[in-house]
């Protein structure tokens, strides 16, 4: 079962009685599969319940409208975007051009001397360098002339952990977030991290975030100004949205969908040669029943416009 699948081999089987054993199950999880990632794209949202950690730009407004709904529970909201390390190179006539990338792992070092490109990723990564001072000495440590501070003292930012600095991309499937930020000639790349938490807030389930009532956060606004402030991606949430149990309409909609990839291959081969092609997934109904329509209706994702995009 893929990970994005809305209904189980069996659910299928069960709304086609024509399937009576398991040798049409490869075929299947093929279609479900397929058909599951069409009702994500019609419906313009995922629908199983996941962690999720993106950056957002202030609203300037009472509410601040998060990427996906239904919300579970908010774990941090972050503000303040403050740089609590720099990296650089400093062999200018050695290395050409010098670079620094966050990705989900780790920091990615690439220097390049005399059209050489050299890449380092050894030694580097979160799971080897917990807190913001181990990453710091492992750069240092690195070859390549790299050099690494942190900013402020260990009562600062020391302790705080590396695996922060990523922040995964809020749409497609990037493994970087920071990055390529220039280290060359001395210059300094700064990697920071959303240092404030949020105290006062409230969600709402719907899909946002409200500031209802007064209260006091450094360097925010004043108590009795009730906005996210302006900025560009100034905002850090981490929350967890979407269905633990994927709604019954949905899970009737892809079988539905699954039964009609059913029925076309039986009655054309060639259809069932282009379904069953290990070349993708399998493929969507072109023109799916009406029924499919109403059910996924009020799922759908209607979008206007909004300050994220």
Known sequence: ??????????????SNRQITDTSFDTRLALWITSCSDWIEKYCKRPFYSL???????????????????????????RYRPTTVMTIKNTAPTTNQRATV??????LT???????????????????????????????????G???????????????????????????GDGLSSLGSMNAAN?????????????????????????????????????????????????FRVQYTAGYT??????????SIMTSQLWSLANRDPVQLNTVTSTTGTGV???????AVMQLLQPYRRLIVSNNQG
Request: proline share 7%.
């Open 101 to 106: 990338r966050v990705t989900s792992t780790g």
């Open 245 to 254: 149990t994927i709604p019954e309409a949905v899970q009737e909609a892809c």
């Open 145 to 171: 002339n790299w050099d690494a501070k942190r900013v402020g003292d260990a009562t600062d930012y020391g302790k705080w952990p590396s695996a922060d600095l990523y922040v995964a991309p809020s749409y």
């Open 1 to 14: 079962m893929a990970a994005k699948d809305l209904i189980t081999l069996q659910r299928s089987k069960d």
């Open 186 to 234: 001395n210059k300094e790349a700064e990697l920071r991290l959303h240092t404030q938490e949020v105290s006062g807030f409230e969600f709402d389930p719907r899909g946002w975030l409200i500031r209802a009532t007064p209260y006091t956060d450094p360097e925010l606004f004043e108590p009795e100004v009730l906005q996210w402030p302006l900025g560009v991606n100034n």
């Open 109 to 143: 070092l690439i220097r390049v001397a005399s059209g050489v490109s050299t890449t380092l990723t050894t030694g580097l990564t979160f799971s080897a360098n917990p807190t913001i001072d181990d990453l710091v000495t492992a750069v240092d440590a690195a070859a």
């Open 51 to 77: 962690a999720r950690d993106e950056l957002y730009n202030g609203s300037g407004t009472k509410r601040l409208l998060l990427r996906e709904y239904p919300v579970q529970l908010v774990t941090s909201v």
């Open 284 to 290: 969507q109904p072109s023109d799916p029943p009406a």
